[in-house]
């Protein structure tokens, strides 16, 4: 299975990527919290360009996360504009990336996108304020993806040795797209 998973992935369309700039252009977020862990959830995205759209969250924890768990999953958008699972689904814990104790690489990629555009670039354990400031898809943290509107969406746990508590979901919708240009011609 892993196997078969690393020739698909391998496969995805590279020409794409050779003859043409692929952008990752953030369409739309929905956040969603269990109101027993967080207080003044919001999510928006503000537009910067044709190609560029920066993400902005905000939430308030009423307690600590201690061991927060991370579920990735991506669905591709089908004719029957139903969403459908692409390649990705993975579990993960957010601590063992961030100590260095796991090198998962999606793990890791999260991380890099955790690490720049948030306030939760520390170890664990979580705790106060979180908020993530003009946040993009970067095109280089990502495999090559086909063109066409994709659904990240990231659900978050919070696991001990008796009980796993569910803390929310942000869902991500992504347009993967060739760059537009500008058609306005520069005076020379």
């Known amino acids: 299975m892993k196997f078969a998973l690393l020739v698909l992935l391998c496969s995805c369309p590279m020409w794409q990527v050779v003859d043409s700039q692929m952008v990752y252009k953030l369409k739309k977020i929905e956040c969603s919290a269990n109101p027993a862990r967080f207080q003044n959830v919001t999510c928006r995205l503000k537009p910067v360009n044709w190609n560029v759209a920066e993400a902005n969250m905000d939430c308030d924890l009423v307690e600590p996360i201690v061991r927060p768990v991370i579920r990735l999953q991506v669905l591709k958008k089908d004719y029957s504009n139903q969403f459908q699972p692409f390649l990705i689904d993975v579990k993960f814990g957010i601590c063992e990336v961030v100590e260095k104790r796991n090198y998962f690489p999606y793990g890791l990629m999260l991380w890099k996108l955790l690490k720049?555009?948030?306030?939760?670039?520390?170890?664990?354990?979580?705790?106060?304020?979180?908020?993530?400031?003009?946040?993009?898809?970067?095109?280089?943290?990502?495999?090559?993806?086909?063109?066409?509107?994709?659904?990240?969406?990231?659900?978050?746990?919070?696991?001990?040795?008796?009980?796993?508590?569910?803390?929310?979901?942000?869902?991500?919708?992504?347009?993967?797209?060739?760059?537009i240009k500008n058609k306005k011609k520069t005076a020379s």
Not at 129 to 157: C, D, K, W, Y
Not at 158 to 175: A, E, M, P, R
């Open 116 to 179: 720049s555009y948030t306030n939760a670039n520390h170890s664990c354990p979580f705790s106060g304020h979180l908020s993530a400031r003009n946040g993009v898809m970067e095109s280089e943290l990502l495999p090559p993806f086909p063109e066409g509107l994709f659904q990240f969406r990231i659900t978050f746990t919070d696991t001990n040795s008796t009980s796993t508590d569910y803390l929310g979901t942000v869902k991500i919708y992504i347009q993967v797209m060739e760059a």
